[in-house]
Every structure is written in structure tokens, then in C-alpha cells.
């Protein structure tokens, strides 16, 4: 593995997330793996769980990790080619990366897209221009389409509850749901979650969204998908439960229908399914107070599992050195 921007980085899934699984089991088996090697981690965007996580996962592999919250604190970077830097931005990635790339072995970034400019956010420039000048392994933790960490966590997750239930006859179902929200949010976790399950190849998988939510069909293909909720919760193993705005005209909110919001009630045509939400979350409007707190729920084991992907994906990085 020399990054990790998206599923395309892993070459077997399977065994990434029995990697994951195998460091959930014993946590610091590998502590001298990362001995005195480094990870930055740049956020130029909010975060907790994945900050948090990324950081214990580090700390697991015996790595010192830097937090440098670069959206807030640090010169505000610019990323277009041959800028003429007379605006606001001080220092370009081209002179801040290279440097990054001194200071540590491994760089993890956090970057939202704009919701703006589609083409902008959809070609990952400012990832893109960190893999490009920093000359060491990046780590996305989260750009402006994909949240990979997410999306292996998520597998991670499913594959754990599988093995502890009785097998269902068949591949289990997979749902995908959209959800209303207050603000306009980005694609990423829809995108990648998309990516990852069409990859894993293991599920039977439904996206269901309300009309004019389409996601980018580089992301969804191999998924059957529907506007029509009920149908795609019928037998359902597993619902995902995801928030996102307009794709096509680009990041806008159109319908958000309270009815779209995930309850008991809804669930009963499922097989019981597992509720899954990559958190945060907003109660009464994404999900139901009786779901998130019901044992339905996998949020908190997901958000859980995020150590173990982080950790394994780090493991790789450093074993690919
Ligand atoms: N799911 C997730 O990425 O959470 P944070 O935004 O808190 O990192």
C-alpha cells in the first residue's frame, strides 16, 4: 500500500479487515512496528472520532502522532498551480508539503470539499497536491469525496456482526439509506461507503434516496437503487443511514422530507436489521432517539472499530516503507 485516498489502494479487503479484526484482538502486538517513526495528521476540518481514533491507532503501533489542526492554526495554504497568491492564501502546498514530508513518515489529511464548484471538489486537487509534494505515504481522513477509514470501518463492522450471527441464506442485504438534515453535507461517506460494498462484492445492495439525490455512478455502480424506502428496507440486514446533499445541482438541499427519517416502525419489514451512521449525528432529524438508542444500533461499535482500520491501514504503510 503506498496511500490510502480509496478502495483502489487496498488489494484485498478481506484481509484488511481480518488485519483490523486480529488488532482489535490484541491491540499492541505490533507496538514496535512504529517506533520512532511519526504521523502528521492535518485537519483542515473538524473532526473527533477520526482524529481520536487515528491517533490511538498510532500510539498502538508505537508512532508519535502530531496533530496540527491547519484549518484554524495554521497559514491558510493555497493549492491551485502557478497561483498568483495576491488574495488570502500565504503559503502553497507546493513549499508546505515537501516540508510535512521532512518532518514525518506518514501524512494524514482531513478536507472538506466546498460544496460549491462539482468539478473543483470531484477532482481531490488539495489530496491530490499532498500525495503529489509530500513525498511520503498520505492517509485520507476524509477529502472532498470519499471518507475511506469510514467505509473500511464499516466493513470491518459488518464483517464482526456476521460472523456472530447465523448465517443468512445468501448474501445479507445491504441498505443504504438518505436521511433529511438541516445543512447541506457533503457525498463523501455515501461515495465511499458505495465504493467499498461494491468492492467487497459480499452484499446484496440497495441505495435509496428521494428524487434528485443520485450519487455519482462512478461510486454506485453494481448497487440496485431506488426512491422507494420501504422496499429497499424489505429484509434487510443491515441499513446504513446517511445524510447527503444534491449531486447534480451541485450541493444543494431539495426534498427533506421528515418522512425519510429511519424509525422502529420502518424496520419491522427488515430481517431485524443493524442500524448503522458514521456519527456525528443529529437526533430527531437523521435518526430516531429509538433507534440510536435501541440494540439495533451499531454506531458506537463502528465508531469503536475505527481504531482497528486506522490501525491496520497505518501497519501496511509502514510495512510497505
Ligand atoms: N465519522 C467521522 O468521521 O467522525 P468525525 O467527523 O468526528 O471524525
Known amino acids: 500500500m503506498?496511500?490510502?485516498?480509496?478502495?483502489?489502494?487496498?488489494?484485498?479487503?478481506?484481509?484488511?479487515?481480518?488485519?483490523?479484526?486480529?488488532?482489535?484482538?490484541d491491540p499492541y502486538k505490533d507496538i514496535n512496528l512504529g517506533t520512532r517513526r511519526r504521523i502528521g495528521m492535518l485537519f483542515l476540518n473538524p473532526s473527533m472520532r477520526t482524529r481520536l481514533s487515528t491517533q490511538v491507532a498510532a500510539q498502538q503501533l508505537g508512532m508519535e502522532a502530531v496533530v496540527f489542526n491547519v484549518g484554524s492554526e495554521g497559514w491558510a495554504l493555497e493549492f491551485e498551480e502557478e497561483a498568483i497568491m495576491s488574495g488570502n492564501t500565504v503559503e502553497h502546498v507546493k513549499d508546505a508539503a515537501p516540508i510535512m514530508g521532512?518532518?514525518?513518515?506518514?501524512?494524514?489529511?482531513?478536507?472538506?470539499?466546498?460544496?460549491k464548484n462539482r468539478d473543483d471538489d470531484y477532482s481531490e486537487l488539495y489530496i491530490n497536491q499532498f500525495i503529489k509534494y509530500a513525498g511520503i505515504p498520505v492517509v485520507s481522513l476524509e477529502s472532498a469525496t470519499l471518507h475511506?477509514?469510514?467505509?473500511?470501518?464499516?466493513?470491518?463492522?459488518?464483517?464482526?456482526?456476521?460472523s456472530q450471527s447465523p448465517k443468512p441464506q445468501g448474501k445479507p442485504k445491504v441498505v443504504l439509506t438518505w436521511a433529511p438534515h438541516?445543512?447541506?453535507?457533503?457525498?463523501?461517506?455515501?461515495?465511499?461507503?458505495?465504493?467499498?460494498?461494491?468492492?467487497?462484492?459480499?452484499?446484496?445492495?440497495?441505495i435509496a434516496h428521494p428524487e434528485d439525490y443520485e450519487l455519482d455512478t462512478q461510486f454506485t455502480q453494481g448497487a440496485t437503487i431506488t426512491h422507494d424506502q420501504e422496499e429497499a428496507l424489505r429484509d434487510a440486514d443491515f441499513v446504513y443511514v446517511k445524510n447527503w446533499?444534491?449531486?447534480?445541482?451541485?450541493?444543494?438541499?431539495?426534498?427533506?422530507?421528515?418522512?425519510?427519517?429511519?424509525?422502529?416502525?420502518?424496520?419491522?419489514?427488515?430481517r431485524n436489521a443493524k442500524v448503522m451512521h458514521c456519527l456525528p449525528v443529529r437526533r430527531n432529524v437523521e435518526l430516531s432517539d429509538e433507534i440510536l438508542d435501541s440494540t439495533n444500533s451499531l454506531v458506537t461499535t463502528q465508531a469503536g472499530n475505527r481504531v482497528w482500520a486506522a490501525q491496520a491501514v497505518l501497519a501496511n504503510l509502514l510495512r510497505s516503507k
Open 2 to 25: 503506498k496511500n490510502f485516498v480509496s478502495v483502489k489502494d487496498v488489494k484485498d479487503i478481506n484481509a484488511l479487515v481480518q488485519e483490523a479484526l486480529a488488532y482489535k484482538a
Open 102 to 115: 521532512k518532518y514525518f513518515d506518514i501524512l494524514c489529511i482531513r478536507t472538506f470539499p466546498s460544496l
Open 148 to 162: 475511506p477509514l469510514q467505509s473500511l470501518t464499516d466493513i470491518i463492522t459488518m464483517t464482526e456482526v456476521l
Open 182 to 206: 438541516v445543512k447541506p453535507l457533503p457525498q463523501c461517506v455515501a461515495n465511499s461507503f458505495a465504493q467499498w460494498v461494491n468492492a467487497w462484492g459480499q452484499a446484496e445492495f440497495v
Open 245 to 270: 446533499s444534491t449531486f447534480h445541482d451541485y450541493g444543494k438541499i431539495y426534498c427533506n422530507d421528515p418522512s425519510w427519517m429511519l424509525t422502529n416502525e420502518k424496520l419491522r419489514v427488515s
